[in-house]
């Protein structure tokens, strides 16, 4: 995605309206009562005290004075005004420190999760692919802001539509010319009002892919991940290089909009004030002074009249602009919302026979979304139950991508994937991936417990002895007894003061441990001992053939001492499978693959 936004295009009120719609529907959806609770809020205080002390309350007054009324009448409007007054008062208190807090955390969660949802539903894919991942990065930062921003819009609508048509009743039976004051100011601010939203918009689009980078330098330095390498190299240089340069981006458009933007808002507050407040003024003074057809009293209530309409009339014009400013940010939202994955992960789908149903791929071909070479081509192979099965080459040779297609994290472009003569989009996805466990070689530690980590979900004690089991399979028990908690302890340290900080080796053997608890007909390794050395990673196959006896394994390994051990290798060369069979028979071949095991068999000797 080009970091030069084109100009936005300024959708329509009724475009406006719909997507404020579907957010106030999220929302609702989310929390009622947190949504409820603001629009009240909202309508009181906006609408219904400001028009009864600003208005009423003083055309009271004045008529009190002016008529001679007992003390007794007044007494008892002052005493209703000012019991109103602090009930208002308490309900505001009570709203804002405790019913607002509340329902903004639950409105927070709500939609997050709903967010996330979608994130985990969404194919993998699509994390891949820079502009749906900008979409999505757009649409996690204005959740929350666009959701309170939908709420406040629909309640700061309604409580100046009742102004107005309070205020509307009141100027007619006043003066009805005062309602051109207020008119002429709605009109300019809302045509102004869109020139600065579109702006704006352009100005956030144009800053989204520097907020990116910043955002990601930032965690790259707070991340432990990142420690060693920060520490021990002069990347920490190039990383605040790419930061300042983030940064002057973000300000040189900053100037580049401000000054256009602080010229419009000008003209507007220009147009809006100085013609509602003044115009107003010199008309009923007119009024008072030359045409002397009203009274000071009358002088008094007219103006508070036209400089509350006015005001209510800029506010609806300015919230107008704002439904279409939030329109555009809504789109962004939408857009990820309502993206239908190309994988499914609903409920549909038949369910897959375990343990009796050979993987197969049929003349599969694999093209990444933007790339126009093939990263596989043409694959034809088959993994029959309980066969163990070694995929090897070099680099950048298709044997991670192949794994990804097996397990359905992506749809062959071309060809298809069989499970028991069955393609495997006719399964219901999630029981199909149920099928699997996987260790890839960028596996990541959770800041949880050694338990949750191994078994990558809710742990209760039915399964402490089968997390043990699996900790001792992958030759990481030892290590674990010695924490101050055992399995309960927390890997990392960014919220435990106790947590566990491990090595390499002993994190990739708690990888691997979440293979010996699940349940599944097929193990993915894929280069799991990377960090391991010779002696440990002879362990970790030795009793991992064992524990997977009655299992398929298909492991990815450069080490080709371990594909020794396979039923059958498939030896990968540009996106091809170029040679299979066992060890002996290929060897005896005598072509690629004896040439690479000769050649790593000498730098072992």
Known sequence: MSSQATTPKKPTLR????????????????????????????????????????????????????????????????????????LVQIWSSYYRRLLEPLGNQILYEKLHLHMFQKAADVELECFENPDFYNRYMKATSQIKGKAFGALNNAAFLTAEILSVCYLTYKSIATDPYVLLFAICPFLATYLLGGWTNRLSYQRYEENMPHTRKKEY???????????????????????????HSAISAIIQNIRKYGLKTTVIY?????????????????????????????????????????????????????????????????????????YEPKISQSQQGREPARHTSALCMKNVSY?????????????????????????????????????????????????????????IKEYNVRAYRDLFAAVFQDYKMIS???????????????????????????????????????????????????????????AQKIAIARVFVKDCDFVILDEPSSALDPIAEYNMYENMLKACEDKAMIFISHRLSSAVLADKIYLLENGTIIEEGNHAALMQKNAKYAEMFRLQAESYR
């Open 367 to 423: 093209t990444y979304l933007g790339q126009d070479k093939p990263t596989l081509k043409d694959i034809n192979l088959t993994i029959e139950p309980g066969q163990k099965v070694a995929l090897v080459g070099l680099n950048g040779a298709g044997k991670t991508t192949l794994v990804k297609l097996l397990m359905r994290l992506y749809d062959a472009s071309e060809g298809e994937v069989l499970l028991g003569g069955h393609n």
């Open 217 to 243: 330098v930032k965690r790259t330095l707070y991340l432990q991940d990142y420690a060693k390498e920060i520490r021990l190299s002069n990347i920490y240089n190039i990383l605040m290089d790419q930061f």
């Open 448 to 506: 949880m417990s050694v338990a949750e980590n191994v078994m990558m979900g809710h742990v209760d004690e039915d399964k402490r002895k089968q997390i043990l089991d699996a900790l001792k399979n992958s030759d990481v028990s030892d290590k674990i007894h010695t924490l101050k908690h055992g399995i309960d302890t927390t890997l990392g340290r960014e919220f435990d003061k106790e947590g566990a900080v491990l090595s390499g080796g002993e």
């Open 266 to 338: 000008f003209l507007r507050d220009a147009l809006n004030w100085t013609l509602v407040t003044g115009g107003t003024i010199c008309y009923a003074a007119l009024r008072l002074l030359y045409w002397k057809n009203i009274t000071a009293a009358d002088f008094v209530v007219l103006v508070s009249i036209i400089i509350n309409y006015a005001a209510s009339f800029v506010s609806i014009s300015r919230w107008l602009s704002k439904l279409q400013e939030d329109s555009q940010y809504i789109d962004d939202l939408k857009g990820f919302m309502d």
């Open 15 to 86: 475009q406006a309206i719909a997507n404020n719609r579907y957010m106030l529907k999220l929302a609702f959806h989310a929390c009622p009562a947190a949504a409820i609770g603001r629009l009240a809020y909202f309508i009181i205080d906006r609408g219904i005290m400001r028009m009864f002390f600003g208005v009423y309350f003083l055309e009271q007054i004045i008529h009190y004075v002016e008529t001679g009324a007992p003390f007794q009448q007044a007494a008892l409007f002052l005493a209703f005004a000012i019991t109103l007054m602090a």
